[in-house]
């Protein structure tokens, strides 16, 4: 259930966007210690963005989960993976951490909680 969505500025993102996907993935599964079967991932690339005024890359990220959430670790490891692999510098990241309520999520039909 945790969902993490990248909106960048920027238009090629890496060379392979798949692997880099597979890889936020992993990383996702093991900081909130959740099955990877359950973890979904977007990126979104080209869109119309500026951060401090500049419209050089940048990124914006959202990290939904029900519970499991550890802000402070996981934007350490999420800044640092996306400037290891990308363009986007880490003091051009912003993330935005949502705690879900199991109730609020749905999946195959149903809800968690």
Do not use: H
Request: aromatic residues 8%; contains cysteine; neutral net charge.
């Amino acid at each position: 259930m945790p969902f993490i969505q990248i909106n960048t500025s920027s238009k090629s993102v890496v060379e392979n966007d798949d692997l880099l996907q597979k890889d936020i993935s992993k990383m996702i599964a093991v900081l909130t210690g959740k099955p990877e079967n359950y973890v979904m991932t977007m990126i979104q690339k080209n869109a119309k963005m500026t951060f401090a005024g500049s419209d050089e890359p940048c990124c914006f990220i959202k990290v939904q989960s029900i519970g499991s959430l550890n802000p402070s670790s996981m934007s350490k490891a999420l800044c640092e993976l996306i400037a290891s692999k990308t363009n986007i510098n880490t003091n051009r990241i912003y993330i935005e951490f949502f705690d879900v309520e199991a109730s609020n999520w749905g999946f195959n039909g149903s809800t968690f909680g």
